[in-house]
């Protein structure tokens, strides 16, 4: 499933919540229409060689009201809406981030970086958590004004105007593609440098003691201080599109509007257009811009959530390598008959550890494992609650081998003292 797919999928969990928002968005974005296009009968009316209508004059008032309460009453309902839905879909993420990561191996966490794991768990859902909110109405709010307002010039107005109309808007979404398509770019590099930067940190912090005891600090810092500039450099990147796309699409909409003015004073001159033609054009023009600028920062904002959430997935679909086999069964009491059956492991990166082991240990028996640092005892001990699986021979308690049973049956009969 897309990532777009799987986020809609977690939003979907609360529907009432997001059919109401949406809602609301559209609303917004109908009534803001309304009261763009409503330019034009009311230029028309005061600008009419028979004399101005006042009960025209009164029935465009009264809509203007209503259009504006509709986009009031319905920015309220999105805003809130569609923040609680985004801050619920932060919810379960976490939520289901961490129960994954519960369910992974010992082996799993000892291959990744603990700060690599918690940057994704903190600085990638922020990035969500920040991103993913109601601005991003505007992706469905705008699209609807845009597409509305051209609608609206071709039937009050002429095909003409709308296709220079058209032309502006054309102009400006493949700006907004191409920043877009860089941000999510910029943002899963950001993403990437914090984690290291929180890699960083944490092996530094969680090993101070030997960074002290050796005096290394001075290196640690300047280890640290390269990270530290890397991640600075990869977020100007992103500045710099942010900084770049407004003033770019303003700049369109100035010439459009220009252009635009021309058309329509050469169509005035010509019979072909009305002063409300033109005040219509007047009024679009802003207003188009206004919703393509819009439309590109929920682009940016969206862009840098599928990053983030590209990367939280990413973790969530790791699949665990030491699960409950399918027809796995419940240990039931055991007595503690233990047999270690020509066992063998090595860990994932390294030689053998253990070879052909042969042990058996009787209920009540007490036993003590004897050997050299590094001899492999603790080892040993792991593979009996099934931290590590067996990589050769077999496991048995009670008959019964480690494999064949649940985890969660095995381990809560066995106790252990770390040392
Ligand atoms: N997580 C691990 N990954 C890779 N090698 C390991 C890991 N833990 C221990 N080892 C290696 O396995 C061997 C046995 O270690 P261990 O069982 O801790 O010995 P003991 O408890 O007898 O001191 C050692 O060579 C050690 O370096
Ligand atoms: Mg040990």
């Given amino acids: 499933m897309s990532t777009g797919r799987r986020l809609w999928a977690y939003a979907a969990t609360l529907p009432a919540h997001l059919l109401g928002g949406l809602a609301g968005a559209l609303l917004a974005g109908a009534c803001q229409l309304l009261l763009v296009l409503y330019a034009k009968p009311l230029l028309d009316n005061a600008t009419n060689a028979a004399g101005v209508s006042v009960d025209g ?139 290291d930067l929180t890699a960083h940190l944490t092996e ?29 450099r990869a977020m100007m990147r992103a500045v710099r599109v942010r900084a770049v796309l407004r003033p770019l699409l303003h700049l369109i909409s100035i010439v459009g509007l220009i252009l635009l003015l021309v058309a329509g004073g050469w169509l005035y001159s010509q019979g072909l257009a009305t002063m409300g033609d033109i005040g219509l054009v007047l009024a679009s023009v802003p207003t188009l811009s206004g919703a393509f600028k819009d439309f590109g920062r929920a682009r940016l904002a969206w862009a840098e959530t599928m990053a983030a959430s590209e990367r939280v997935f990413e973790l ?41 082991i042969d042990l058996h240990i009787e209920p009540g028996q007490m036993v003590a494992l004897v050997g050299a640092s590094g001899s492999g005892k603790t080892t040993l001990a792991n593979l009996v609650p099934r931290l590590y699986d067996v990589t050769a021979g077999a496991l048995l308690i009670d008959g019964h081998d480690v494999r064949a049973v649940t985890r969660a049956s095995l381990r809560a009969q066995i106790g252990i003292v770390p040392q």
């Fill in 57 to 195: 004059l009164v029935r465009v008032t009264i809509s203007i009201f209503i259009f504006g309460v509709g986009i009031s009453v319905g920015e309220l309902a999105y805003m809130y809406l569609l923040d609680y839905v985004a801050q619920g879909v932060v919810l379960n993420m976490r939520g289901d981030l961490f129960r994954h990561l519960q369910a992974l191996s010992l082996g799993f966490f000892e291959d990744a970086s603990t700060g690599a794991l918690v940057s994704r768990a903190t600085n990638d859902l922020s990035v969500i958590q920040t991103r993913l909110n109601n601005d991003l109405a505007a992706l469905l709010r705008q699209p609807v004004m845009i597409v509305g307002l051209l609608v609206g010039i071709l039937v009050l107005s002429s095909w003409q105007l709308m296709a220079f109309t058209l032309l502006v808007g054309g102009a400006m979404l493949p700006v907004i593609n191409f920043t877009s398509a860089r941000m999510k770019l910029h943002t899963a590099q950001i993403q990437e440098s914090l984690a």
């Fill in 316 to 356: 969530i679909d790791t699949a665990p390598d030491l699960v409950d086999a399918p027809d796995a069964v419940d240990l039931g009491a055991i007595e503690g008959r233990l047999e270690f059956r020509n066992t063998g492991f090595h860990y994932r990166t390294g030689s053998d550890v253990l070879t052909d």
């Fill in 204 to 232: 530094s912090l969680g090993g101070i003691r030997v960074v002290q005891s050796f005096g290394a600090s001075e290196h640690e810092i300047a280890r640290f201080e390269a990270d530290n500039r890397a991640t600075r």
